[in-house]
């Protein structure tokens, strides 16, 4: 399968070098280049005064933006809010600070014309905002683009892909929203059943088919991750 995008971690506190010059080999070899921010502790310490700006998402890319003519094709953000102790304690509190970070980074992506992608878990129809409105509806919104962590070996049954993700599937299609899946590669002893880690390519090729063919296909599949599926690859030739 050609891969035609790679998210790519960012580490603010690294050397914005790297990310320049890994940005120019995928452009040349055709590849798109999302810039990946992660870290749930970002949610708890929403303000940004008490950090310096080089640990600040946000300043990071205006920053980087700025030095450089290597732009990335997207801004991706993967935050996982349901990781922190307080979603426990006081989840409408987390809640709603998830979302201004969100938006946030919005409107940066926005102000530099650059799309907006958020991975969320599969459940998050499940979960409502202060509003009432299901977080998955409210992020489909907000972002260009948002990718379910589907997390699935198999596509009927009901636990299958086409079962957990059904909701946030209508929703998306009825407003033509894009919405994507992430399969998973990596190794998980503790729930084995939801990777391709172990599996045959068969079963992976059967997955992405009837995922595909499907009557509300998504607009791509995105492997989880780069390294786990280059093994997945070289043990299933």
């Known amino acids: 399968r050609q891969m035609k995008r790679v998210y790519l971690h960012v580490a603010v506190e ?18 798109e280049v999302y810039f990946l921010f992660g870290q749930p502790s970002w949610i708890t310490n929403e303000g940004t005064t008490n950090r310096p700006n080089v640990e600040d998402p946000l300043a990071w890319i ?35 600070s998830y979302q201004r970070l ?21 459940w998050f129809h499940t979960v409502p905002d202060a509003s009432g409105q299901p977080l998955s509806e409210w992020a489909m919104e907000l972002a260009d683009e948002v990718t379910l962590m589907s997390y699935r070996t198999v596509y009927s049954g009901g636990n299958g892909l086409a079962a957990i ?3 946030d599937a209508l929703y998306a299609a009825s407003h033509q929203h894009r919405l994507s899946y992430a399969l998973e590669f990596t190794e998980l002893p503790e729930t084995p059943s939801i990777t391709f880690y172990g599996k045959t390519r ?14 509300l296909p998504p607009s791509a599949i ?16």
């Open 102 to 122: 969100l938006t946030a980074f919005h409107d940066v992506s926005t102000a530099q014309q650059l799309p907006l992608q958020l991975f969320l878990p599969f």
């Open 165 to 167: 993700t059904m909701t």
């Open 202 to 215: 068969t079963a992976l090729n059967q997955l992405v088919n009837q995922t595909m063919n499907s009557s």
């Open 14 to 31: 690294g050397d914005r070098t790297l990310y320049r010059t890994f940005v120019e080999k995928a452009h040349l070899a055709g590849i």
């Open 222 to 237: 995105v492997y989880h991750d780069f390294d786990a599926y280059q093994d997945f690859m070289r043990s299933t030739q």
């Open 62 to 96: 205006n920053v980087y933006l700025q030095e450089t003519m290597e732009r990335p094709d997207g801004i991706s953000v993967d935050l996982e809010p349901y990781a922190l102790p307080a979603w426990e304690t006081d989840q409408s509190a987390v809640i709603s």
